[in-house]
């Protein structure tokens, strides 16, 4: 069986990047629970956004489209109830605009 070793740092970051992403989010999620979401909160959400958009761009070359794209093809769960969460691609090559702010809930 032939292992392409120049493939295999590519996934292993990927892996590493998709697996950091699901830890900030759950942080997030579990953060939230208590009452008033913090703003650590959404900045944990907003990196594990970026680096969900970074490991796109590592596996296929170009940054995602939309929110929409990484969770279907990467996996990534998001809090909407609780934060408004921005994502503007401007380019397939440049790097997303991602804003998240916590929701006023009552």
């Known amino acids: 069986m032939y292992i392409d070793v120049k493939r295999r740092p590519a996934w ?8 950091a ?12 629970r ?25 596996v296929e070359g170009v940054y995602p489209p939309n929110l929409k794209y990484l969770t279907e093809h990467y996996g990534l769960v998001v809090n909407e109830e609780d ?6 691609a401007f ?8 804003r998240v702010r916590p929701r006023q809930h009552g």
């Open 12 to 19: 292993l970051l990927a892996l590493l990047v998709l697996i």
């Open 21 to 32: 992403a699901l830890l900030l989010c759950a942080l997030a999620l579990r953060a939230s």
């Open 34 to 58: 208590g009452g008033e979401v913090s703003e650590e909160s959404a900045q944990a959400i907003r990196e594990a956004v970026r680096r969900s958009a970074l490991q796109c761009y590592a």
């Open 83 to 88: 934060f408004y969460i921005s994502y503007d």
């Open 91 to 98: 380019a397939s090559n440049q790097p997303p605009d991602i």
